[in-house]
T-cell receptor, first 114, second 114 residues
Framework: NAGVTQTPKFRILKIGQSMTLQCTQD?????MYWYRQDPGMGLKLIYY???????DKGEVPNGYNVSRSTTEDFPLRLELAAPSQTSVYFC?????????????FGPGTRLTVT | GDSVTQMEGPVTLSEEAFLTINCTYT??????LFWYVQYPGEGLQLLLK?????DKGSNKGFEATYRKETTSFHLEKGSVQVSDSAVYFC?????????????FGTGTRLKVLA
């Protein structure tokens, strides 16, 4: 099992450009999540999905979009990149969302917007 | 609101030293508590967890006890190794509005010197 994979590992964008961060999991998990981590801060939830075709906003969704056409894939789209979106982005998955259930994380994508 | 507070790093120790990383939480419900570890270049992975008061989670020589009376979940290890150098995240999950919310601390970087 590869677990949760993310691409790319690093990316530099110019202000106003767009890009898609890819996330794939091979554990057949229904739940998937996108977080961002800013320096000195905890992880903040951007979007999550409870299954194919179902997504919902987290704490900080502005400036992002997601889709979930398959169980495996959960891409995050940045439209009109802004410097405030400079961050490390983590994708995660879990088999459920309940008491004591852990999340499995990808290695992260470090994004810089200049 | 719900939150997790953990000690700021970096924490620098010599090999075989005793480690404590403090974590306290506030939660409106009855949370599950987690410690995740992030090794360089990798995603977060679960280190240990506890789901009810007085439970002790343990793994790889690390331990943490769920203390409801002090709302704490401090991470300890009796003798650290260079390979323990990583960033450690305290986290909680708690029921909210029919689903579960996950909250992460800011992470504590540990550096162990040979």
């Amino acid at each position: 099992n590869a677990g949760v994979t993310q691409t790319p590992k690093f990316r530099i964008l110019k202000i106003g450009q767009s890009m898609t961060l890819q996330c794939t999991q091979d554990m057949n998990h229904n739940y998937m999540y996108w977080y961002r981590q800013d320096p000195g801060m905890g992880l903040k939830l951007i979007y999550y999905s409870v299954g194919a075709g179902i997504t919902d906003k987290g704490e900080v969704p502005n400036g992002y979009n997601v889709s979930r056409s398959t169980t495996e894939d959960f891409p995050l789209r940045l439209e009109l990149a802004a410097p405030s979106q400079t961050s490390v982005y983590f994708c995660a998955s879990s088999y459920g969302r309940g008491r004591g259930i852990e999340q499995y994380f990808g290695p992260g994508t470090r994004l810089t917007v200049t | 609101g719900d939150s997790v507070t953990q000690m700021e790093g970096p924490v620098t120790l010599s090999e075989e030293a005793f480690l404590t990383i403090n974590c306290t939480y506030t939660a409106t419900g009855y949370p599950s508590l987690f410690w995740y570890v992030q090794y360089p270049g990798e995603g977060l992975q679960l280190l240990l967890k506890a789901t009810k008061a007085d439970d002790k989670g343990s793994n790889k020589g690390f331990e943490a006890t769920y203390r409801k009376e002090t709302t704490s979940f401090h991470l300890e290890k009796g003798s650290v190794q260079v390979s323990d150098s990583a960033v450690y995240f305290c986290a909680l999950s708690v029921s909210q509005g029919g689903t579960y919310k996950y909250i992460f601390g800011t992470g504590t970087r540990l550096k162990v010197l040979a």
